[in-house]
């Protein structure tokens, strides 16, 4: 569903919404309020009517009644956002409706809000997204994930500047984030090309020679843009930007560009090679981002090394496996030189307790995820980690409760989730308590019967009652 505005609604509808614009004028909060309820009911996608509802429950709620009465308010809501999430799984217009009943007493409600950005994209409204994302984060300034979720929505609306702006107020606080580093380097890739018109070529207008005078590097954009490129379209790349660098030797973009064509190429030494200069300058000795592409570049080198090997060779499992380890090794070792340079990004802490969880040094990674959990953004898969860790020791308890409080973090019910109430089971399943097991099988059962062998397990219960 698009979003309307005022001329797309019924005309007994623009009459109300007005109705209730006056009664806000008049600063008759509860009355404009209800109209503006009344109209959204008739026409969930009127987006105005929204975004003036949303002023309205703010100016009623003033600065927000003070800490105890936003306490009180968010606990009586509760039930409510139970309620809408569940909702939000079958109809996301009634998941709206409940939504806004919570934000009529509790405008700050990160329950309600969250509610409304879930069934706001499932019914294709980015701008009502992007109003309740801006509450989200002033809620939870510090949240990386959510700061990125609502600058890529501001970037869906047109208004990409104001997304850099989020991203790179956050990235001040947190310098050495390779994530949100990336994440403002693709907003910002991003900008560009819709402020260049490229926008106009997915409705078929228009063409990259159309928006550059430069016939020649009109043709290059369109080559780099391609999905794959060819063998010959990346090495005539290649031997442009070499030639390139004898006048620009400094443009760390356009090293990194080569070693990425390198790598495509599957040319991983002199990838690699271009990138040890990259690290040299003094933008690459400081940039988390070059180690983890020179990583990801050498595991690659493992990859094709793997894919060349003769399947028909009597010894291609044991080549395969002997591979494969060093590998690992590789990984394990490059992560903890990461971990060494920049010892609070916990980004790469959780990293490398998925690292040291693979090959089973379990106490190792116990002490990177309790580190991890500082990070907002890896928080509940730190926690997920940590339970499985603890199961692989026998502390069910432990487990289950790192479960547990993960899963309540987490207020909507998707693949992650998912996997946090399965292993929860499988944690209630290894302490014998089959009861509480099949309760968390059947959450799953209830939304998605092919998730793993949930469908077996309930089914199975029931047909041994």
Do not use: W
């Not at 940039?287 to 060779?313: H, M, N, S, W, Y």
């Amino acid at each position: 569903m698009a979003e309307k505005n005022l001329n797309e609604v019924a005309r007994d509808m623009r009459l109300l919404f007005q109705k209730g614009n006056d009664a806000l004028q008049r600063e008759n909060y509860d009355y404009a309020i209800d109209l503006y309820n009344q109209v959204l009911a008739k026409e969930p996608t009127f987006f105005d009517c929204r975004k003036a509802l949303r002023s309205a429950q703010f100016k009623k709620a003033g600065s927000g009644g003070g800490f105890f009465k936003k306490v009180l308010s968010s606990a009586s809501s509760s039930p409510m956002v139970a309620k809408g999430q569940m909702a939000l799984r079958k109809s996301p217009v009634e998941a709206l409706q409940i939504a806004e009943q919570i934000l009529n007493h509790d405008p700050y409600s990160s329950g309600a809000h969250r509610i409304v950005v879930g069934a706001a994209t499932a019914m294709e409204m980015p701008r009502t997204a992007s109003l309740s994302l801006d509450v989200l984060v002033r809620n939870s300034p510090k949240d990386k994930d959510l700061a990125i979720e609502f600058a890529n929505a501001l970037a869906q609306i047109g208004d990409s500047s104001r997304g850099e702006q989020v991203l790179a107020e956050l990235a001040r606080s947190h310098p050495q984030d390779s994530e949100l580093a990336q994440a403002l380097k693709d907003l910002s890739a991003k900008k560009t090309l819709n402020e260049g018109g490229y926008e106009e070529l997915s409705s078929g207008q228009g063409s990259y020679r159309d928006i550059l005078k430069d016939q020649k590097e009109a043709v290059s954009l369109e080559q780099q843009h391609r999905v794959q490129k060819t063998e010959d379209v990346a090495e005539r790349l290649i031997q442009e930007y070499e030639a390139r660098l004898k006048t620009e030797p400094d443009n760390v973009k356009l090293m990194r560009s080569v070693a990425e064509l390198y790598t495509q190429k599957k040319q991983f030494d002199r990838a690699l090679e271009v990138y040890q200069r990259v690290k040299s300058t003094e933008a690459g000795r400081s940039d988390p981002t070059l180690d983890r592409a020179i990583g990801e570049t050498r595991v690659k080198q493992f990859d094709d090394q793997a894919e060349k090997l003769d399947p028909t060779a009597p010894d291609h499992p044991q080549a395969l496996a002997n591979l494969n380890a060093e590998r690992l090794a590789f990984q394990v070792a490059e992560c903890q030189s990461r971990v060494e340079r920049f010892p609070t990004d916990l980004a790469i802490r959780f990293e490398m307790g998925a690292l040291y969880f693979q090959t089973g040094k379990v106490g190792e990674a116990i002490q990177e995820f309790q580190k991890a959990q500082g990070n907002p953004h890896k928080r509940i898969a730190a926690m997920n980690y940590l339970g499985q860790c603890y199961a692989k020791r026998k502390m069910f308890d432990l487990a289950a409760r790192a479960l547990q409080n993960a899963i309540k973090e987490k207020p909507v019910f998707d693949e992650e989730k998912k996997d946090l109430i399965y292993n929860l089971g499988s944690v209630f399943e290894s302490m014998g308590k089959k009861e509480e097991a099949i309760e968390q099988f059947k959450q799953i059962y209830e939304v998605d019967i092919g998730y793993r062998d949930v469908g077996a397990k309930v089914d199975a219960y029931y047909a041994g009652q």
